[in-house]
Nanobody, 122 residues
Framework: QVQLVESGGGLVQAGGSLRLSCAVS????????MGWFRQAPGKEREFVAA????????YDADSVKGRFTISRADARNTVYLQMNSLKPEDTAVYYC???????????????WGQGTQVTVSS
C-alpha cells in the first residue's frame, strides 16, 4: 500500500507563493509517476501537473503554466508543487496522486492523498 501525505497549504494573498509537498510512504517511490490535482468548491477535480520517473516529463494545466512547477526529490520520497503568482481562482483543495506511469497518473491514478487546502485572498 502506498500512502501519500500532502502539506504546505494555507492562506496567502494574491501574488504570493506557496510550496506544496507530498511525502510518499513506499520506498519504490522512484518507480512512480506523480501528479497534482485540485478541486475548487462546486467544481470537478482538475488535473494540474505530472512528473515522470526521470523528472523530465511534465504536464501543466493551461491555467497554471508559467506559474506552477512540479519537481521531485527521490532521495526524500517527496514531490513538490511550487506555486507562484497565485490568484484567487487557484483557491482549491490540492491533491497528490501516484501511478506507475505519467499517462495513468493523469487519467486514473492508483493512489491519492487526503488533500491540502490552498486559499488565495484578493
Amino acid at each position: 500500500q502506498v500512502q501519500l501525505v500532502e502539506s504546505g497549504g494555507g492562506l496567502v494573498q494574491a501574488g504570493g507563493s506557496l510550496r506544496l509537498s507530498c511525502a510518499v510512504s513506499r520506498r519504490t517511490f522512484i518507480n512512480y509517476a506523480m501528479g497534482w490535482f485540485r478541486q475548487a468548491p462546486g467544481k470537478e477535480r482538475e488535473f494540474v501537473a505530472a512528473i515522470g520517473w526521470t523528472g523530465g516529463s511534465i504536464y501543466d494545466a493551461d491555467s497554471v503554466k508559467g506559474r506552477f512547477t512540479i519537481s521531485r526529490a527521490d532521495a526524500r520520497n517527496t514531490v513538490y508543487l511550487q506555486m507562484n503568482s497565485l490568484k484567487p481562482e487557484d483557491t482549491a483543495v490540492y491533491y497528490c496522486a501516484a501511478a506507475h506511469n505519467i499517462v495513468e497518473v493523469r487519467t486514473t491514478p492508483d493512489y491519492w492523498g487526503q488533500g491540502t487546502q490552498v486559499t488565495v485572498s484578493s
